[in-house]
């Protein structure tokens, strides 16, 4: 275990090592022997912990908390869920593009998935120009 590992547990786990997992308990308190940095980072943890468990806990909801929850989801009845056409509109509802933009939106949408939808080509499907290659070859050789 290396200090970086150890401050990474001791966020996680805390300052008791009674806390820590049973594999890492002894490499941590061998690297806490050596370490006066480490040393001091756990009475800091120490004492965060300490401070943390003086503070007075959350007062208990009052009796009637849930009943309430209950009565109002109640009188606001179940959502209606909404269609696609629904969460579309709702989607395009800002941009308020006229009829010949969406459109045209649509259709290079469209010309782009076409495009990445066809392979490449490859060498074998490009037919050869032999007039160019046949004027590229001086005897045998390519200029």
Do not use: C
């Not at 490499?27 to 503070?55: C, G, I, S, Y």
């Not at 006229?98 to 490859?122: K, R």
């Amino acid at each position: 275990m290396n200090a970086e590992e150890f401050k990474r547990q001791l966020l996680i786990n805390g300052a008791d090592f009674g806390r820590w997992p049973a594999g890492q308990r002894w490499a941590a308190e061998q690297l806490l022997q050596h370490n006066p940095e480490l040393q001091v980072l756990v009475a800091a943890e120490q004492r965060f912990e300490t401070a943390l468990h003086a503070l007075p806990g959350a007062p208990p909801p009052p009796a009637h908390f849930t009943a309430d929850i209950l009565a109002v989801s109640r009188q606001q009845g179940v959502p209606k869920p909404e269609t696609i056409a629904m969460l579309i509109g709702r989607l395009f509802a800002d941009f308020h593009l006229p009829a010949p933009g969406f459109a045209m939106a649509l259709v290079l949408l469209m010309g782009m998935f076409i495009g990445f939808s066809l392979s490449p080509p490859t060498a074998d499907s490009v037919p050869v120009n032999n007039s160019l290659q046949a004027s590229l070859d001086y005897q045998g050789e390519i200029l």
